[in-house]
């Protein structure tokens, strides 16, 4: 079992940044697959960016250029730095865990960039 808790959304206005976090404890093993997804209202969650075990990382093309997905050494600790926010960034923001078959989600947390 696996348990993500995220923190760092908020209200920004246009152009500013924030930093997402994402705890992770459990039965953590370093051959997984990390990420931040997003999901608007009205809309389905898609993917922001991963971050594989290798240290791999893709981005949405939307946020490319804009944010950059890392973690901590220790392997517990997901980040999201967000740069240059646009209104269209708003969304709850999730952090994914995936191992093999397993997957898991964070309970998100919301980010809202005024115009």
């Known amino acids: 079992q696996v348990q993500l808790v995220e923190s760092g959304g908020g209200l920004v206005q246009a152009g500013g940044s924030l930093r997402l976090s994402c705890a992770a404890s459990?039965?953590?093993?370093?051959?997984?697959?990390m990420g931040w997804y997003r999901q608007a209202p009205g809309k389905q969650r898609e993917l922001v960016a991963l971050?594989?075990?290798?240290?791999?990382?893709n981005y949405a093309d939307s946020v490319k250029g804009r944010f950059t997905i890392s973690r901590d050494n220790a392997w517990n600790t997901l980040y999201l730095q967000m740069n240059s926010l646009k209104p269209e960034d708003t969304a709850v923001y999730y952090c994914?865990?995936?191992?093999?078959?397993?997957?898991?989600w964070g309970q998100g947390t919301q980010v809202t960039v005024s115009s």
């Open positions: 971050i594989i075990s290798g240290g791999s990382t």
């Open positions: 994914s865990y995936a191992f093999g078959s397993l997957s898991y």
């Open positions: 459990g039965r953590i093993s370093r051959l997984n697959t």
